[in-house]
């Protein structure tokens, strides 16, 4: 009598439809997600369209000094007279782009640490959590300012301050759910099997934790344009980028509220709220739908980081000690 | 908890001002491209006082022991001297944190307690109106950026109440000291709103989804059937649980706020800790940006350990 060995069949195909299926959902559940989603691609389209839909262009003067909104220059111009509407339009493909990327430089860092931690454990866990804690403690805003002021004003390096100092959350949400991933059947199976810690990271830890990294990601992008809204306005991106953080630098520099130019300040500050509302709305709604433990673990980005510290003093002490503990006395 | 605990975080904090503390040396010293080679050159100053800083510091001799002596000099307040004003940086950072202090602690008590009503409001009335726009509003006030609820207190308000600095200049009178006091106030109006409005939304949100969490659990259903007032319940057991990711917040969101306050002080021109980084990084003044970065991180660790003492006070399952 033969025995045959069966593998279990690769739960990724399966795990993408249930996916897909928690995704439409949660549609149905939020449909301030709809809302979200069409917000993210109203902003993406506009950056895409960028110089095919600017009226004017932005490096010469089209109108009057800090002229108002008008049926002519609908936002209004700035303190070199200078098209607002066009320069918000102009802002959003670069705020955007260094949002996105300073998210993917994040991703991949955050990623990386959160599955070898997760995966590896013992040792190489405690080390990584460790400098993870160290980035989750220091005030990271202020360090990108330090970093962004030594090495200088330009656009890439603003990308990579953030994406350097950005990673921590991500690493943190990432390595709990490889945690309990590297427990489950299919991946000691797999073990079993001799595949090869590379092999079973790629093939099948990775298809599992896409997802998240994907919700993840658009959450970050908030504090991304958060950040780089900070650092532009200090002064600190690329002097000839124009951002929806500059505008709000020259706005304040620049006599625009002496003149009572609120039509300097408002539409990118409007702008910026948007996409973070949207990125909220949306990496919010896939994180809860995609693993519902993890519902109160962010009530929002910015103060994500904050709840993740209180989580990771609850998740420091050995689990169940509480409970054990008093029993023990009784003994 | 056990003195062991204590001892742990305590350890743990220590361990992170002194790893905050060799990055900061690093950075502007050892990394290529760091401007900051030569910190004795401040602008305009004495020969004596660079000869001075040339040897406190050993600025002549290798990076590793100019590191140790970095350390030494850092542990008796030595911070260099400002390339601005030609005065030792702590000095200069002490008056820039008592500017900012007050008009953190304002604010945050009053973000504080306007959070925690609206919070237990929205928590109260789950799905109603009042829910919904109490979230709605505090999504949009966590989402604007602070440099431009500011801009917009200035332009809106900028006409009846001073919009920059801390006092007025009295030319003519000197003021008494309640003048004085009052001019003060009068100056923190617009920026502790502006940083009100910063905090409150995140606050609301937390406080909000703390206490739906805790009216989700099994005690205040039991609570519920033995028909006790819907005040009592949320009063005495739910807000009595909620306390303690609420109080964790709050310490910890002070550290992050000594942070957030740079964009309120550059936006009002407050003389406090983040308008000094601010000038520093504007006018290149390296040790001023040093010990800006150590004094602003080295808050915000102290107010984590204080958060994660508390919590672990406030919640017996953590005791050791």
């Given at each position: 009598m033969s025995v045959v060995v069966r593998t279990q069949p690769d739960p990724s195909a399966e795990a993408s439809s249930g996916h897909l299926e928690s995704v439409r959902g949660m549609l149905r559940e939020r449909p301030s997600v709809v809302l979200g989603l069409a917000l993210l691609a109203f902003f993406i389209l506009v950056a895409l369209l960028g110089p095919l839909i600017e009226p004017y262009s932005t490096a010469a003067q089209s109108g009057p000094v800090y002229g108002p909104p008008s049926l002519r220059h609908w936002f209004g111009l700035d303190d070199g007279g200078i098209d607002?509407?066009?320069?918000?339009?102009?802002?959003?493909?670069?705020?955007?782009l260094v949002g996105g990327a300073a998210t993917l430089v994040s991703l991949l860092i955050g990623g990386t640490i959160g599955i070898a931690s997760g995966y590896f454990g013992g040792v190489i866990d405690t080390v990584l959590m460790r400098i993870t804690d160290f980035f989750l403690v220091i005030p990271s805003l202020v360090l990108m300012i330090v970093v962004a002021a030594l090495w200088g004003p330009s656009v890439t390096h603003v990308i990579f301050v953030i994406g350097l100092?950005?990673?921590?959350?991500?690493?943190?949400?990432?390595?709990?759910?490889?945690?309990?991933?590297?427990?489950?059947?299919?991946?000691?199976?797999?073990?079993s099997f001799g595949a090869t810690s590379r092999r079973i990271i790629l093939r099948h830890i990775l298809p599992h934790v896409a997802p998240l990294l994907i919700a993840n990601m658009i959450l970050m992008v908030a504090n991304a344009i958060f950040d780089e809204t900070t650092l532009d306005f200090l002064g600190l991106g690329s002097a000839s980028a124009v951002t929806w953080g500059t505008l709000l630098e020259h706005a304040n520099d620049r006599t625009a509220v002496s003149?009572?130019?609120?039509?300097?300040?408002?539409?990118?500050?409007?702008?910026?709220?948007?996409?973070?509302?949207?990125?909220?709305?949306?990496?919010?709604a896939l994180e809860d739908s995609l693993n519902p433990r993890l519902r109160v673990a962010h009530i929002s980005t910015k103060f994500w980081r904050i709840q993740q510290v209180a989580q990771t003093l609850r998740s420091a002490e050995p689990a169940g000690r509480g409970r054990t503990g008093p029993l023990k006395d009784r003994k | 908890m056990g003195v062991r605990g204590l001892l742990k975080r305590v350890a743990f904090a220590?361990?992170?001002?002194?790893?905050?503390?060799?990055?900061?040396?690093?950075?502007?010293?050892?990394?290529?491209?760091?401007?900051?080679?030569?910190?004795?050159?401040?602008?305009?100053?004495?020969?004596?006082?660079?000869?001075?800083?040339?040897?406190?510091?050993?600025?002549?001799?290798?990076?590793?022991?100019?590191?140790?002596?970095?350390?030494?000099?850092?542990?008796?307040?030595n911070l260099g001297v400002s390339f601005a004003n030609q005065q030792p940086v702590l000095g200069n950072l002490v008056a820039a944190l008592r500017n900012t202090i007050p008009l953190v602690t304002i604010a945050?008590?009053?973000?504080?307690?306007?959070?925690?009503?609206?919070?237990?409001?929205?928590?109260?009335?789950?799905?109603?109106?009042?829910?919904?726009?109490?979230?709605?509003?505090?999504?949009?006030?966590?989402?604007?950026?602070?440099?431009?609820?500011?801009?917009?207190?200035?332009?809106?308000?900028?006409?009846?109440?001073?919009?920059?600095?801390?006092?007025?200049?009295?030319?003519?009178?000197?003021?008494?000291?309640?003048?004085?006091?009052?001019?003060?106030?009068?100056?923190?109006?617009?920026?502790?709103?502006?940083?009100?409005?910063?905090?409150?939304?995140?606050?609301?949100?937390?406080?909000?989804?703390?206490?739906?969490?805790?009216?989700?659990?099994?005690?205040i259903l039991t609570a519920r059937a033995k028909g006790l007032a819907p005040r009592t319940i949320m009063g005495s057991h739910a807000l009595r649980n909620a306390v303690l990711p609420?109080?964790?917040?709050?310490?910890?969101?002070?550290?992050?706020?000594?942070?957030?306050t740079i964009l309120v002080e550059i936006v009002f021109t407050w003389p406090g800790i983040g308008s000094a980084l601010y000038n520093a990084v504007v006018a290149r003044d390296y040790p001023m940006m040093q010990g800006g970065f150590l004094v602003i991180t080295v808050s915000v660790i102290f107010f984590n350990l204080v958060a994660d003492i508390l919590y672990s006070r406030l919640?017996?399952?953590i005791r050791e």
């Open positions: 607002m509407f066009s320069e918000t339009i102009q802002g959003a493909r670069i705020s955007l100092l950005l990673w921590t959350t991500t690493a943190r949400v990432i390595r709990a759910q490889v945690k309990s991933l590297r427990e489950r059947g299919f991946v000691s199976h797999a073990r003149y009572g130019a609120w039509w300097a300040f408002v539409p990118p500050g409007v702008c910026i709220a948007l996409v973070i509302v949207a990125c909220y709305l949306v990496g919010q | 220590i361990a992170t001002i002194f790893v905050a503390i060799t990055i900061n040396f690093f950075l502007f010293r050892v990394l290529p491209g760091s401007a900051i080679t030569n910190w004795a050159r401040v602008p305009n100053s004495t020969p004596q006082l660079q000869h001075l800083l040339k040897a406190q510091f050993g600025l002549d001799k290798p990076k590793i022991d100019q590191y140790f002596l970095y350390l030494n000099q850092l542990f008796h307040g945050t008590i009053i973000a504080s307690l306007l959070g925690l009503w609206t919070g237990v409001l929205s928590a109260r009335r789950r799905g109603s109106l009042v829910d919904h726009a109490s979230t709605s509003v505090a999504v949009v006030l966590y989402a604007l950026p602070t440099q431009w609820i500011g801009l917009g207190f200035l332009v809106l308000l900028g006409r009846y109440l001073p919009s920059a600095g801390m006092s007025s200049v009295f030319t003519f009178t000197t003021p008494t000291p309640w003048q004085h006091f009052l001019d003060i106030a009068k100056h923190m109006i617009l920026p502790c709103a502006t940083l009100v409005l910063t905090i409150y939304g995140g606050n609301t949100l937390i406080i909000r989804s703390a206490l739906l969490e805790i009216v989700g659990e099994d005690f609420i109080v964790t917040l709050f310490a910890l969101s002070f550290g992050y706020i000594v942070a957030g919640d017996p399952r």
